[in-house]
T-cell receptor, first 112, second 113 residues
């Protein structure tokens, strides 16, 4: 069955430090992969997505993610975190047809 | 810009009440979704609709129903609210199928007493 695992429930990083949020998926075919961000009191917003081609994907707000088929991973990275990046981040996989499977989310805290 | 709006940001209802959550999108998307968001569980799909009057059950449809009479509007109905339906409810819409981006509303936080 398709699934998405985000191993870290929450992460705290200092402002200006680098960030990596982990995501592992289980899917039989070539996956369609997404990262969404949810700021406090808001709905989800797409950061980036991967379907095929270059395995390093650039997104909005300075985020990037790398697809590694051998590790079934799609980790999200940012070289320098800003206080405004504090939010909850969701990794998701397109499960065929209309469905999308979401991970449980990782809440990012940014300390000054 | 795509806009998905939800009728209420916060709702407080009593056990047994019938509850209507409304969602409207303005980008002529065929597909609309209702999710429930709970801490530690992420988003779970309740129902989705791929066309007017068409609906499909998601992963947790029990205790919910939906209505889509117009393309832009998708309603979630709690026939008889229960305390275990206290949650954040998110509506989303998208064009096309699996590879398309979903656009989310701001959510409705429902408290059932």
């Amino acid at each position: 069955a398709q699934s998405v695992t985000q191993p870290d429930i929450h992460i705290t990083v200092s402002e200006g430090a680098s960030l990596e949020l982990r995501c592992n998926y289980s899917y039989g075919a070539t996956p369609y992969l997404f990262w969404y961000v949810q700021s406090p009191g808001q709905g989800l917003q797409l950061l980036l997505k991967y379907f095929s081609g270059d395995t390093l994907v650039q997104g909005i707000k300075g985020f990037e993610a790398e697809f590694k088929r051998s590790q079934s991973s799609f980790n999200l990275r940012k070289p320098s975190v800003h206080w405004s990046d504090a939010a909850e981040y969701f990794c998701a996989v397109g499960a065929g047809g209309f469905k999308t499977i979401f991970g449980a989310g990782t809440r990012l805290f940014v300390k000054a | 810009d795509v806009k998905v709006t939800q009728s209420s940001r916060y709702l407080v209802k009593r056990t047994g009440e019938k509850v209507f959550l409304e969602c409207v999108q303005d980008m002529d998307h065929e597909n609309m979704f209702w999710y429930r968001q709970d801490p530690g569980l992420g988003l779970r799909l309740i129902y989705f609709s791929y066309d007017v009057k068409m609906k499909e059950k998601g992963d947790i449809p029990e205790g919910y129903s939906v209505s889509r009479e117009k393309k832009e509007r998708f309603s979630l109905i709690l026939e008889s609210a229960s305390t275990n339906q206290t949650s954040m409810y998110l509506c989303a819409s998208k064009h096309g199928t699996v590879q398309e981006t979903q656009y989310f509303g701001p959510g409705t936080r429902l408290l059932v007493l």
